[in-house]
């Protein structure tokens, strides 16, 4: 569609007679106006993409760490469990300063929200079930960033 007015817009700039100097200056508004809505999505397309892709590696980190949750029952392992908890934790700020800076404010909180009654983990370990429900749902919500990341981004 672009490329078709912008053929029609040279054809009429090299006939000499055709237009007065109005008529230039309309041409040369409208050409400029179209070659700005081009590069103007072009760049937001590869914005789009390189947010995707970060988004895509803090998704990949926060599978990572839900896959070597402390399993068991009870206290098992405080030192796994507390190593798990601050990697966890870091993730969590990582990916909330991430969507602070490059999505829509709500983006942030809708990730932070945790479920008042998260649903139970059995084979995790008691003591960090609240966080891997976080976790969980978090992981989920960034899923659903990706799906539809117009609404977002």
């Not at 700039?13 to 081009?38: H, K, N, Q, T």
């Amino acid at each position: 569609m672009y490329l078709a007015m912008l053929c029609l817009i040279v054809k009429h700039w090299l006939l000499p007679d055709s237009y007065g100097p109005f008529d230039r200056v309309v041409e040369v508004l409208v050409f400029a106006a179209i070659a700005f809505e081009i590069v103007r999505s072009l760049l937001q397309g590869r914005r789009k993409k390189r947010r995707l892709a970060a988004l895509y590696m803090l998704i990949s980190k926060g599978k990572k760490i839900r896959a070597v949750a402390p399993m068991g029952y009870g206290n098992s392992n405080e030192k796994s469990i507390a190593e798990w908890r601050g990697t966890h934790a870091a993730w969590v700020t990582e990916t909330n300063t991430f969507l602070l800076k490059y999505c829509w404010p709500h983006t942030s909180a809708l990730f932070m929200e945790q479920d008042a009654n998260p649903p139970a983990y059995p084979a995790i370990a008691v003591p960090v079930q609240r966080e891997y429900a976080h976790l969980a749902s978090g992981l989920e919500k960034l899923k659903g960033i990706m799906e539809n990341p117009d609404g977002y981004f």
